[in-house]
């Protein structure tokens, strides 16, 4: 069933009675092509551009609860593009564009909302290293330009006067935009499902099984299901599930937090980055104040985050933002990163013939299309494309890492 | 989180700093190890699903190193002994 206008008006005349499911229900069959573990966004899309692109339609995603109620659930939609080494940048930025089309390509909305990203510096360090990062990334598109103080009070109209802290001016990123969390995964879901695929929620891998040629299949909560291609997209969990093939990944588990107020009258359409504060927050189209911050000084695979994080981001923002003070605290919350020693993801083969992983790295809600399509491709092709070579998981061995720690932005 | 230091009994957390795992020790012979290896031992934490032995710094404290039990699923926390770690 098509989304648009028309439908929508005709399925009102119905008293919306007519609308069907978004995917269909499945059961798993003996055997795949290929299967996916983990329904975020990342695997339900490699699911997705499997069946479209390589025409490979026998697939089933393993989900262990439900669909995107993993960090597809949990971010702060940030789309940016600000990477300043080489692979990185080019990556993001393929990555920043694959956004465009894909309301229309999935027929989908996925709400995206181009707000731009006003970063605020306070010192000429910041100053000096925004321009690094505006020179190395304009090598690869992105666009970036540094603000005066004038600008920057036009631009986030209730910041504090720079008489009372060092601002010194900002970064304006206009790309950067916002899309609709939970329509990635049921979008991509959705689309998948009407090409073949089966989306399997309530089932969790818990082994991987493998003859001396590869991967054979997977246990699951199920019943065993047999494969020749297994992917992993399980954020959070990589080195568990990984460890079940019998492969080592060099992952730390870490939450992240973020928090949301209860919504007032749009005042804020830029995102704002608090640099020397290493914070971030936005408006949603809600009205809700989102905030977010650093990742939690210690790893934890427990889903709530050091308490903390929550009272340095407000008090860091009440600083820059004091009119805020009254804003009534909704809700917080944690998702676990799997953060890799350099922060950058992994997209790559494993020792283990027939399988793949895409562990997202520190934030990989943007790289969602480009790293689900690169890990399809994968899959199909059982080699790197350019594009994602610099990904492999080798490069913890040869030393050939990729120190995007301190990623310039954030989230 | 509180954390049980054994100098200075409960404090809260944002006293300490992380130090990781307590675990294998620093290859004795490193010119002869491989490049596997040396990944290993440089970037595979062992990032225990449950209970692990850790360091904590007691930084704004006593200073010294201490050595704790947390569970990584929930956060719970059993007292160690300090291993005689002097900041
Ligand atoms: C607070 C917060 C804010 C963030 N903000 C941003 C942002 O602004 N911009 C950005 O780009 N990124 C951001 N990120 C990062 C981003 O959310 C993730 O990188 C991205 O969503 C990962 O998608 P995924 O599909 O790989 O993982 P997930 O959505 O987590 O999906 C993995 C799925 O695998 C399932 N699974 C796990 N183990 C098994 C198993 N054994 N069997 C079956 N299924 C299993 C899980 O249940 C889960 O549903 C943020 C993250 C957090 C936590
Ligand atoms: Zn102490």
């Known amino acids: 069933m098509k989304y648009s206008a028309l439908n929508l008006a005709w399925q009102g005349v119905r008293n919306h009675r007519g609308w069907r499911r978004a995917w269909r229900h499945a059961t798993p069959k003996k055997a795949y092509d290929a299967i996916i573990i983990g329904g975020g966004g990342h695997g339900l899309g490699a699911a997705y551009y499997l069946a479209k692109k390589h025409g490979i339609t026998n697939v089933a995603v393993l989900e262990k609860g439900w669909l995107g109620g993993g960090n597809t659930a949990r971010n702060t939609m940030t789309i940016r593009d600000n990477f300043i080494y080489p692979d990185n940048a080019r990556f993001h930025h393929a990555a920043v564009k694959s956004w465009h089309t894909l309301s229309s390509e999935l027929n989908f909305n996925m709400m995206i909302s181009k707000r731009g990203m006003t970063t605020v510096l306070m010192s000429d360090r910041d100053l000096s290293d925004a321009q690094r990062m505006i020179n190395t990334t304009a090598l690869f598109g992105a666009e970036h330009r540094i603000i005066d103080i004038e600008e920057l009070q036009q631009r986030l109209p209730m910041a504090v006067s720079p008489a009372r802290l060092p601002i010194v001016g900002g970064v304006y990123h206009p790309d950067v935009v916002m899309a609709r969390h939970d329509a990635v995964a049921w979008g991509y879901a959705r689309a998948a499902s009407n090409l073949g695929v089966d989306i399997i929620e309530n089932c969790e891998v818990t082994d991987i099984i493998r003859d001396a040629k590869g991967v054979t299949g997977v246990e699951t909560s199920l019943g065993n299901i047999l494969t020749r291609k297994l992917g992993m997209a399980v954020a959070g969990h990589g080195k568990h599930v990984a460890a079940m093939a019998g492969v080592e990944l060099p992952i730390e588990t870490v939450p992240l937090q973020a928090m949301v107020s209860t919504p007032v009258k749009p005042f804020l359409d830029n995102i704002v980055v608090l640099r020397g504060f290493n914070t971030y927050f936005m408006q949603s189209d809600k009205g809700e104040l989102v905030m977010g911050s650093g990742t939690d000084p210690y790893p934890s695979y427990s889903q709530r985050g050091a308490p903390q994080i929550p009272e340095a981001t407000i008090a860091a923002i009440l600083q820059v933002f004091p009119s805020l003070e009254r804003m009534q605290f909704m809700r917080q919350w944690a998702g676990i990163l799997d953060l890799t020693y350099d922060n950058s993801p992994i997209i790559s083969k494993t020792e283990v013939d027939g399988f793949y992983i895409d562990v997202a790295g520190s934030g990989g809600f943007k790289t969602t299309p480009l790293a689900a399509m690169m890990h399809a491709d994968l899959i199909a092709n059982d080699r790197p494309d350019p594009l994602i070579e610099a990904y492999s998981l080798e490069r913890f061995s040869t030393g050939r890492l990729i120190l995007e720690r301190a990623s310039y932005g954030n989230r | ?87």
């Open chain 2, 1 to 87: 989180m509180v954390i049980e230091c054994p100098h200075c009994g409960e404090r809260h957390e944002d006293e300490f700093v992380y130090g990781g795992d307590v675990r294998h020790a620093r290859p004795e012979n490193p010119d002869a190890l491989s490049d596997a290896a040396w990944r290993d031992y440089i970037y595979s934490v062992p990032n225990t699903k449950g209970w692990a032995k850790e360091h904590w710094w007691h930084v704004r404290g006593c200073n010294r190193w201490i050595v704790v039990q947390r569970n990584s699923v929930n956060n719970e926390l059993r007292s160690e002994t300090d291993e005689n770690y002097h900041g």
